[in-house]
């Protein structure tokens, strides 16, 4: 499938799920027995949707530091790798403070905004890298032999 391709198909899974959950309403109690009556669809979509979640954002990371390592030069992947992550720890930081303030005006508010960033950045991450990238590799010229 390719970096970009998977980057891209998790990024719309995270975004089906968050746009599912805030409107997933219930009231039985979870348990094994209620799951397959039909007052357990709620938990059922709720479980897929957890599920959906789960996939997409495990299915992010590892392809796009790997994409990130092949597109950049030899002597700069550490510097890029850590601006990288330092960009996750900052979104994992200002990433509740944002929920939390409009989950207080709106409840769905931050799912879908969410939402919405992640299938924009798929459009956009797909429009961009929607050929394969060529690694950033130094190619030293080979000398003609004599």
Do not use: D
């Not at 601006?83 to 508010?109: C, D, E």
């Not at 799912?111 to 960033?117: H, N, P, S």
């Amino acid at each position: 499938m390719g970096e970009p391709k998977l980057i891209a198909l998790s990024l719309v899974l995270t975004a089906i799920s968050l746009a599912l959950l805030p409107f997933i309403k219930g009231t039985a109690q979870l348990s094994w027995k209620v799951l397959v009556q039909p007052e357990g669809l709620s938990w059922v979509i709720m479980l897929f949707a957890l599920g959906l979640l789960a996939i997409g954002t495990s299915l992010t990371r590892p392809p796009l530091f790997g994409l990130l390592s092949n597109l950049t030069h030899e002597h700069e992947q550490g510097a890029n790798l850590g601006v990288a992550q330092g960009a996750g720890s900052l979104a994992r930081i200002l990433g509740p403070i944002f929920a939390t303030t409009t989950l207080y005006y709106l409840p769905p508010l931050p799912y879908l905004v969410c939402t919405l960033v992640l299938l924009g950045t798929a459009i956009v991450f797909g429009k961009k890298m929607g050929h394969e990238p060529s690694p950033a590799v130094s190619v030293q010229p080979t000398r003609a032999a004599e």
